[in-house]
């Protein structure tokens, strides 16, 4: 077995409490004005943008350093056309269909139905894909640890560095997804994980009027 190589921690600078605190709390206050967003834009994005930003996504950690993500950024018109069409179909039969009452109960306040309008509008898509295993150059299935977990930390990543940018973002999730390894041409052995929507705004868009629970209801301290 190949000994473990390890290297100086790097471009790591001490800081005081103070600027901890001068720091998350400057960070607090953009992140909370993350909004979902379901009316975007056409307004085009360079691609140098989403590339800066899926850099970020893949410099997540992950389970034993495997990085069982694979994500595609879609902006050709066709795609998300058809990417658009097999969506709802998945939508509307979810709505009317399979999705219990307290589903759709809890998914009243958002006013959300099987119409998905920004799959088409919203200049960039970005796919993402779960590896539960990779394929060794012989074929053989080799599993990936954690890999939900670690997608689900690289996407995070993804959607802060959307909203630095200035972007919006919406987190949309048809079930099932299959229809995505087709259209985007993925191999089997990839799941997808996620579809995420981001643009501009719409000048007009509206968010539905919710709140957080209180801090104390989610988070707790043992001193």
Known sequence: MTKPRFIPLPEFLPVSDEQLKERLTEF????????????????PIPR?????????AVSAPSGANLQPWHFVAISDPEV???IRTAAEEEER??????????????LRPLGTDWRKPFLEIAPWLIAIFSQPYRLSPKGKK?????????????????????????LASLTHTPSPMAFL?????????????????VGHPSPRARVPAIARKRRNEMTSFLE
Not at 33 to 43: L, M, P
Not at 185 to 197: A, D, I, M, N
């Open 181 to 197: 390894n087709r259209i985007l041409q993925r191999p089997s052995f990839e799941k997808p994980f996620l579809l995420l929507v």
């Open 142 to 166: 080799m599993k990936h640890y954690y890999a939900t977990e670690s997608v689900g930390i690289a996407t995070g990543f993804l959607i802060s560095a959307i909203h630095h940018a200035g």
């Open 80 to 82: 998300k056309r058809e």
């Open 93 to 106: 039969q979810f709505y009317k269909e399979r999705a219990p009452a307290e589903w759709l109960e809890a």
């Open 48 to 56: 140098g943008v989403i590339e800066e930003c899926l850099r970020i």
């Open 28 to 43: 607090r206050k953009m992140m909370l004005q993350r909004r979902t967003v379901r009316e975007f834009s056409s307004q």
